[in-house]
């Protein structure tokens, strides 16, 4: 079914996409469901669990939200194929072999994807792949809200249509960096904010880490996520510092890096700032990560994970 207001607010934004968003080539579908997403998207999973442990609401901010789910037998995903070398080979491991207190902390993230794709859960018969709006509609309950914001016309406009209508889980088309400003703090007072922009401009790292600044100011409780690639070191190492320099208490870095760090222009791992993560995170992680690492390495089979500042 066509939703009727995504179509008039679509037609109210064409002048917007005109004048704003020369610039936005950057299309989500050529990477779903890599390494990097399944390692962003298992994290967003174990933390929307952990706010379930309370009856109480949460809110969810994606700032960068994408199209919601991904047709990874569309000729985009094929081209790349890169979505092989991540959900692939995550699916294709013998469940048997995968330890419990891994399994456990899969076990969200898989049983949503194995939703979507109603076959028998293969490889091949994987065709579906949830994007973080998808991740958060599944897991939410209904007191639960959540504002997705994508600034890419035509990618908001396909968002409110796989979203559908509902009052709980609103998507705009809109900037996510200015959202930082505008949308926090939320009234639940709990919840979480994902920053998962292209990387398409090189100052990305300080523009994120910035205008997470700018979020946490308001809401200095939330839990946020700020994902990154690691292609150069240099980048985000400087992104680090500043954060490691802001004053700022309980964030912890995690990374895997699935090639060696030679080559600059391909994605050689990828990480995540984590402010105030679940207690139980740090723990959950010093697991899986190396394990993750297992699975999707390449030349290089690489994970670390640091407090940048500790919690005091
Ligand atoms: N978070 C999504 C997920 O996990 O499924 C993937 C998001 S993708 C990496 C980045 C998205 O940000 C793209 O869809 C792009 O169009 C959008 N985008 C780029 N600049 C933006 C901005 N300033 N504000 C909001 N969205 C933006």
Redesign the pocket.
């Known amino acids: 079914m066509f939703d009727r207001n995504a179509v008039v607010i679509h037609s109210s934004v064409n002048f917007f996409h005109l004048i704003g968003t020369h610039a936005?080539n950057?299309r989500?579908i050529y990477?779903?469901g890599n390494f990097a997403?399944c390692l962003?998207?298992i994290i967003l999973t174990r933390i929307l669990s952990y706010l379930q442990k309370k009856d109480k609401a949460y809110f969810v901010l994606?700032?960068?939200?994408?199209?919601g789910q991904y047709d990874l037998s569309s000729e985009e995903a094929q081209k790349t194929g890169e979505w092989q070398n991540g959900i692939g080979r995550l699916l294709a491991m013998d469940k048997a072999a995968i330890p419990p207190a891994i399994h456990a902390s899969l076990s969200d993230y898989l049983s949503i994807i194995e939703r979507l794709n109603p076959t028998e859960n293969t490889e091949n018969s994987l065709r579906l792949y949830p994007?973080?709006?998808k991740l958060v509609e599944q897991m939410a309950r209904p007191i639960d809200r959540a504002l997705f914001?994508?600034?890419?016309p035509a990618?908001a406009e396909t968002l409110m249509y796989t979203m559908g209508r509902n009052r709980q889980l609103h998507v705009r088309q809109?900037?996510?960096?200015q959202a930082l400003r505008a949308d926090l703090p939320p009234k639940e007072r709990r919840g979480m904010v994902?920053v998962?922009?292209?990387f398409e401009e090189p100052d990305e790292y300080v523009r994120m880490v910035d205008a997470f600044l700018q979020g946490y100011r308001r809401w200095a409780t939330g839990i946020y996520c700020l994902w990154y690639p690691i292609k150069a070191r240099r980048d985000v190492d400087d992104a680090a510092e500043i954060l490691a320099n802001s004053g700022i208490e309980n964030v912890l870095r995690a990374e895997l890096i699935i090639h060696k760090l030679d080559t600059a222009k391909r994605l050689n791992g990828t990480g995540l700032f984590i402010i105030n993560p679940p207690y139980t995170l740090h723990d959950e992680l010093k697991q899986l990560l190396p394990f993750l690492a297992n699975v999707f390495g390449q030349d290089a089979r690489r994970s670390s994970l640091e407090w940048i500042s500790p919690a005091q």
């Open positions: 936005m950057y989500h990477h779903a997403d962003k998207h994606d700032t960068h939200a994408g199209i994007g973080s709006p914001i994508e600034k890419h990618d809109d900037d996510g960096w994902l998962d922009p292209p």
